[in-house]
Every structure is written in C-alpha cells, then in structure tokens.
Nanobody, 127 residues
Framework: QVQLVESGGGLVQAGDSLRLSCVAS????????MGWFRQAPGKEREFVAG????????SYGDSVKGRFTISRDSAKNIVYLQMNILKPEDTAVYYC????????????????????WGKGTLVTVSS
C-alpha cells in the first residue's frame, strides 16, 4: 500500500537548520507531485512547499520563501525539505503529501487535492 514516512524533525534553536525527509513507497513516485504542509497548534494546515513530478518546478508558501528548499530524489523515492534560518513561528507538525499530477506546478498546492499523506514529523523552534 502507499506509504509516506517523514523524518528529520526535532527541537532546534532560532536560526538553525533542519532537513526533513519523506520516503515514499507503494506507488509510482515519478507520476506524483509532492508537497510539504504544516500545522501549528490551534491553526489551520498551511502549504509550505511543492515540487512537480519531474522536479523541474517548485512553489513555496510566502512565509518560507528564501529560507526553505524542496527537492526530490527519484532514484530513492525521497522528497526533502531543507529548512534554514528557522524561526519560532515555524514550529509545527510537518506533513508530506502526494498528488497524482504530471506537469509543472504553478502556485501553492491545495491540501484537498492531495491523494496521500504521511503522519507528520514535529519541528519545534525555540527562541
């Protein structure tokens, strides 16, 4: 069956970096665009970053542009989220998601479009 397993979360200080990973299995990775979303306590889920099935196009939420980078390794079926200059407001559970979409992506991914979700990994940024 389809599985998305996130890892790499943890407790860091403001200004630090983290890299999240999401290992995908059970489907044809190259036919799905991938996204990272996050949800902070008491807040709605928020789009963070997306990458097309080929990796040729990406999109980012306004709050993370210039600090976060999404990438994918199709040989390993892994999507990454490199997070730099972390801020306390980045504290959230980060979810990996997959959408069966071939082609470039323009703008944010919508959570209701995503077909599969991981269980999330917690990132806590202390001030």
């Amino acid at each position: 069956q389809v599985q998305l397993v996130e890892s790499g979360g943890g407790l860091v200080q403001a200004g630090d970096s983290l890299r999240l990973s999401c290992v995908a299995s059970g489907y044809i990775f190259s036919t799905y665009c991938m996204g990272w979303f996050r949800q902070a306590p008491g807040k709605e889920r928020e789009f963070v970053a997306g990458i097309s099935n080929s990796g040729s196009s990406t999109s980012y939420g306004d709050s993370v542009k210039g600090r976060f980078t999404i990438s994918r390794d199709s040989a390993k079926n892994i999507v990454y989220l490199q997070m730099n200059i972390l801020k306390p407001e980045d504290t959230a559970v980060y979810y990996c998601a997959a959408d069966r979409k071939i082609g470039s992506i323009k703008g944010p991914l919508r959570d209701y479009d995503m077909d599969y979700w991981g269980k999330g990994t917690l990132v806590t940024v202390s001030s």
